[in-house]
């Protein structure tokens, strides 16, 4: 049914659209979809500072955690 659909009956849709809740209502729809796409960028990118944060936090108590096996005997032959 909508595969359908051409530029006019596209047009058309977006004139009834308009003529219904006039041009203030959509004008202010609109902005308010772009900063809930804005939010939600925001939002994905601290998800991945935060999981970047967190691998960094245990690479760094791994490495803290290692400890130093080689002989009292090899150390000194650097």
Do not use: C, H, Y
């Not at 049914?1 to 009956?9: D, K, T, Y």
């Amino acid at each position: 049914m909508l595969n359908n659909i051409g530029l006019p009956g596209i047009l058309l849709i977006a004139v009834v659209v308009l003529v219904l809740f006039g041009r203030g209502k959509i004008s202010g729809l609109m902005g308010e979809v772009g900063k809930g796409i804005t939010s939600f960028k925001k939002g994905i990118n601290e998800g991945q500072k935060e999981l970047e944060d967190e691998a960094e936090a245990v690479e760094d108590e791994i490495v803290a955690e290692a400890k130093d096996v080689t002989p009292e005997s090899d150390k000194d032959k650097v």
